[in-house]
């Protein structure tokens, strides 16, 4: 983190990276005096509402963060910096995005938590758009001129007001992680998964586990009858994420029900002091680690690996088939996961896996029209979760029927890829 004073004397000049959050009202004109060098300006956490037609001055910038700030029109000064690439305005207060305002080259869009009800029809100007998390909003409709931004890889657009999912937005070639619960064209969850209610005041809780956009995750000890046991209680924010609605989460998690490569859900808490929803756990062991990292600003929508990471060709095979597995298993639930990743993978050194994070899930119809498209879009996603396990093999070329799989999981053509039921059918021929 800079300092305004820092900026106002002169000190970072030259510098590619600058984050300043000190309730800001104007903008800083000192801050396109680094012109020469920017690429990074984070200006989140401000009071800022507009930005200066100056800022296009800004020509290395390729990254711009503002949430959290009190913008209600998204800048069109941002369609002329000619290296924008990555633009942030969640949890702003914007309504309204005039039509020519996105940048050509725009990769990775961030807009969650707003009052937006259109999107501009410009939209389909972006063949680089890969990542666009528009969540929590008010659309209705997604233009159809966004069919040509067949580049686009993940998109979030849960929590708002869509009547229908697009027929087009099914076909995209690359999309491999959608969430979009919480709308009105979404099925509601089945009533049909019985769970037990579980006091708050039978926990007694112990230390975080981790936390993520939607809730908190604690070690606690359950006294059920008189016998005390070690869970992991999960209690809710209750505000929208990037995902979606927590709610949404957690009926998805229930949905589910019981699986082996699945965490597995005990209970629903009940009397939370402040009344916040929450689910108990079973406390995963130790000796689990994550598969992989998040992406980066470079990666965009793969995942990372910390450098030197190799698994064995025995333990790639084993992932993948037990994450084929609980994948089906979903899918044949009405589950889509919407964020099939090595990063929401525990595993061990075995190659035993636990699937989880189900903050992007969306619960449709098995019997809609469309339910086949759904899953396939999962199934591209586990192409590129066995792509990026290959690649990361001890020995590459090991197994080709594996690489041909791969290849199958990511056809272009959506109808053209299998099911997780022909996946698993396929895998149990490997060995």
Same mark, same amino acid.
């Given at each position: 983190m800079n300092t305004l004073e820092q900026l106002l004397s002169g000190e970072?000049?030259?510098?590619?990276?600058?984050?300043?959050?000190?309730? #800001?009202k104007h903008f800083p004109s000192e801050i396109l005096e680094l012109?020469?060098?920017?690429?990074?300006?984070d200006l989140s956490d401000n009071q800022l509402s507009e930005l200066p037609e100056k800022f296009s001055e800004l020509k290395k910038l390729k990254i711009a963060f503002f949430s959290d700030n009190q913008f209600k029109v998204f800048p069109e000064v941002l369609a002329k910096c000619p290296n924008l690439t990555m633009i942030g305005f969640k949890s702003n207060q914007i309504q309204t995005i005039p039509e020519q305002a996105f940048p050509i080259h725009l990769q990775w869009l961030i807009l969650t938590n707003n009052k937006i009800s259109h999107i501009p029809e410009s939209i389909g100007h972006c063949p680089r758009l890969q990542k666009v998390a528009l969540a929590g909003n008010q659309i209705k409709e997604l233009p159809e001129q966004m069919s040509a931004c067949e580049n686009l890889e993940l998109l979030r657009i849960s929590a708002n007001q869509l009547m229908v999912i697009p027929d087009w937005l099914l076909a995209l070639p690359r999309l491999s992680w959608l969430a979009f619960s919480g709308n009105p064209c979404c099925s509601t969850s089945p009533e049909t998964t019985e769970l037990s209610e579980i006091s708050w005041d039978d926990l007694m809780m112990q230390e975080l586990l981790g936390q993520g956009a939607s809730g908190i995750i604690s070690k606690a000890t359950w006294t059920?009858?008189?016998?005390?046991?070690?869970?992991?209680?999960?209690?809710?924010?209750?505000?929208?994420?990037? !995902?979606?609605?927590p709610e949404d989460e957690m009926n998805a998690c229930i949905l589910a029900g019981e699986h082996p490569n699945?965490?597995?859900?005990?209970?629903?808490?009940?009397?939370?002091?402040?009344?916040?929803?929450?689910?108990? #756990?079973? #406390?995963?062991?130790?000796?689990?680690?994550?598969?992989g990292s998040p992406p980066s600003f470079e990666t965009c929508t793969r995942d990372t690996f910390t450098e030197g990471t190799y698994f064995e060709p025995i333990v790639v095979l084993q992932i993948a088939k037990s994450i084929a597995n609980a994948s089906e298993h979903l899918h044949s639930r009405g589950i889509m996961h919407g964020d099939l990743y090595s990063h929401n993978i525990l595993f061990d050194n075995s190659g035993n896996t636990i699937f989880g994070d189900f903050g992007a899930a969306t619960i449709y119809d098995i019997k809609h029209k469309n339910a086949h498209l759904l899953e396939k879009i999962d199934v591209r996603a586990f192409?590129?979760?066995?792509? !990026?396990?290959?690649?990361?093999?001890?020995?590459?070329?090991?197994? !080709?029927?594996?690489?041909? #799989?791969?290849?199958?999981?990511?056809?272009?053509?959506?109808? !053209?890829?299998?099911?997780?039921?022909?996946?698993?059918?396929?895998?149990?021929?490997?060995?």
């Open positions: 970072l000049k030259g510098t590619k990276t600058l984050k300043l959050s000190c309730q #800001l012109a020469d060098t920017l690429e990074i300006l059920n009858n008189g016998e005390q046991k070690e869970i992991a209680v999960k209690i809710f924010k209750g505000e929208v994420t990037s !995902d979606g609605f699945l965490v597995r859900v005990i209970g629903k808490i009940q009397s939370h002091p402040q009344q916040k929803t929450g689910l108990a #756990l079973e #406390l995963i062991s130790k000796h689990y680690k994550n598969l192409g590129c979760l066995i792509e !990026d396990l290959l690649n990361h093999s001890k020995n590459e070329t090991s197994n !080709d029927k594996l690489w041909l #799989l791969k290849n199958n999981c990511l056809h272009p053509s959506i109808q !053209d890829r299998p099911t997780f039921s022909e996946i698993v059918d396929y895998l149990s021929t490997i060995s």
